[in-house]
């Protein structure tokens, strides 16, 4: 499985991004798969974001409730998170995951695409 994130780059305090990450991989069905959101701030450990199963059940941590959004498209092999009222703190690199429905582990990583609010 490989995993393309896009999406980010410099934005105010206030602003939106909307991060895309594009799936693909020999044999891949993207619908069995759970997708998520992980960022890395400087010298911070990487933390989960928010993550969408292969139901579409969604989760967030909870410093993103009500300002992102991740949702998926099956037909075009992409999960997105569309951040609204960015802060400063939510300036990070944030990395796109998948894993197999059911399993725990997310064991599939894109490259990060970085994200700066500036306030």
């Known amino acids: 499985v490989q995993l393309q994130a896009s999406g980010g780059g410099l934005v105010q305090a206030g602003g939106s991004l909307r991060l895309s990450c594009a799936a693909s991989?020999?044999?891949?069905?993207?619908?069995?798969?759970?997708m998520a959101w992980f960022r890395q701030a400087p010298e911070k450990e990487r933390e989960f974001v928010a993550a969408?199963?292969?139901?579409?059940?969604?989760s967030y941590t909870d410093s993103v409730k009500g300002r992102f959004t991740i949702s998926r498209d099956n037909a075009k092999n992409r999960s997105y998170l569309q951040m609204n009222s960015l802060k400063s703190e939510d300036t990070a690199v944030y990395y796109c995951?998948?894993?197999?429905?059911?399993?725990?582990?997310?064991?599939?990583w894109g490259q990060g695409t970085p994200v700066t609010v500036s306030s």
């Open positions: 991989g020999h044999a891949f069905t993207f619908l069995s798969y759970d």
């Open positions: 995951a998948a894993r197999r429905r059911f399993q725990v582990k997310y064991d599939h």
């Open positions: 969408i199963t292969w139901r579409s059940s969604t």
